[in-house]
C-alpha cells in the first residue's frame, strides 16, 4: 500500500511540473501574440476571445472538475497572464 502511495504522489508531482511548464508555455505564446497584436494596432485582450475560450474549454472539460471550478481555473489563468504580462 505504501509503494502506492507514493506512486501516486509522483504521478501527482509529476503533473502539477506539467502544469507550471504549460503555463510557462502558454504566458510565451500570448506575450508573442501580444507583440504581433501591438505592430498591427490591435487591443491586447479580446473579450470575445475570452469567452470562447471559457466555451471551449467548457465543452472539452469532462471532470471532475465542476464547472464552476473549471470557471474559477479561466478566470485565474487570464488574470494570471494579463498580471504576468502587464496588462493588468
Known sequence: MRAQFDAIRE???LNDEAIVAAVNHRLELVAEL???KGQLGLDTVDPDRERRLRERLAA???GPLTPEGLDRLV???L???KRELGAA
Open 75 to 77: 478566470t485565474d489563468l
Open 11 to 13: 504521478q501527482i508531482a
Open 34 to 36: 501580444w507583440q504581433l
Open 79 to 81: 488574470d494570471l497572464t
Open 60 to 62: 472539452a472539460s469532462v
